[in-house]
């Protein structure tokens, strides 16, 4: 079982790994472009921000932190870009159930632009005040290296960083979800506690990390829990967003995940009642 389990585990992040280095060079190369269109207007931060949270990974996310700490994103287009991304679990959904995936981005996607102008509007309402941007620093315009991405983004960026850690929760995931099956009829189990679920996918999606995430991408692979834990999940945790945020303004941080809960406790909720 645990060597079914480990090359389970491996040709998931083999395919993650391909995502990872293609979306980022992607956004490597296009950044300052992304970065001209995104910061002309408001309606264009929040659609472009849900756009950006759609891109699998983290590096989207900060992107978009980079460009409020530094007075050039708003905070809806902010919360915007964290309900709409999944993180890295956004990579694995692709390589265990594309058209899952693919369904929860175009939601997110909405949820996203909808949530960032209800957040602009009730931020304005209660004169939510934001933390004090950066003094913007100007750097000379540095040509895409081919030598460079490879080392520091590649190596020593998805690598090292990301895909060791990765790999272990999802191989640790697909472990304790067979064993559990061997051991206890979760069939029977998890359908009475849905709303449980909802609830604890949302507490979960606080803590600023793909991983825990990924226990409920493999229950709903398994069909064990129903879409609306998974599209929870989705929208509640942004992965490692929260990280370059929280060293910014601890209170921005709060305020954002606040609106995220909110937002993806009242969607999974709805959707639960109707037994989606």
């Known amino acids: 079982m645990i060597q079914q389990v480990f090359f389970e585990a491996l040709k998931i992040i083999l395919i993650v790994t391909f995502l990872m280095i293609f979306v980022e060079w992607l956004q490597i190369k296009f950044k300052d472009k992304i970065k001209r269109v995104i910061t002309k207007n408001k309606k264009n931060q929040i659609i472009g921000g849900s756009f950006l949270g759609i891109i699998p990974g983290c590096i989207t996310t900060f992107f978009a932190v980079n460009l409020y700490s530094h007075g050039l994103m708003g905070f809806g287009a902010l919360v915007a870009i964290m309900l709409a991304t999944a993180g890295d679990e956004a990579f694995v959904m692709l390589a265990m159930m594309p058209k899952t995936a693919f369904l929860i981005f175009g939601i997110c996607f909405v949820v996203g632009i909808i949530g960032g102008f209800l957040a602009d509007k009730i931020a304005k309402k209660i004169k939510l005040k934001r933390a004090k941007p950066c003094v913007i620093e100007t750097h000379k315009k540095v040509e895409f ?12 960026h998805i690598i090292k960083k990301h895909i060791p850690k990765l790999f272990l929760w999802i191989f640790f995931s697909l472990l304790i979800v067979e064993i559990l099956l061997q051991r206890f009829d979760l069939v ?8 449980l679920l909802i609830l604890l996918a949302a507490l979960i999606g606080i803590i600023p990390e793909s991983g825990p995430h990924l226990i409920f991408l493999t229950l709903f692979a398994e069909g064990l829990i129903p879409f609306s834990v998974l ?6 945790q942004d992965g490692h967003g929260l990280l370059p945020l929280l060293s910014y303004s601890v ?9 995220n809960v909110i937002f993806g406790l009242t969607i999974g909720l709805f959707l639960f009642l109707i037994g989606v």
């Open 145 to 156: 290296n081919t030598k460079h991405f490879l080392k520091k983004h590649v190596w020593g």
């Open 188 to 195: 029977a189990i998890l359908p009475k506690n849905v709303l």
């Open 231 to 236: 599209l929870t999940s989705s929208i509640v």
């Open 251 to 259: 209170k921005d941080t709060i305020k954002v995940k606040i609106f």
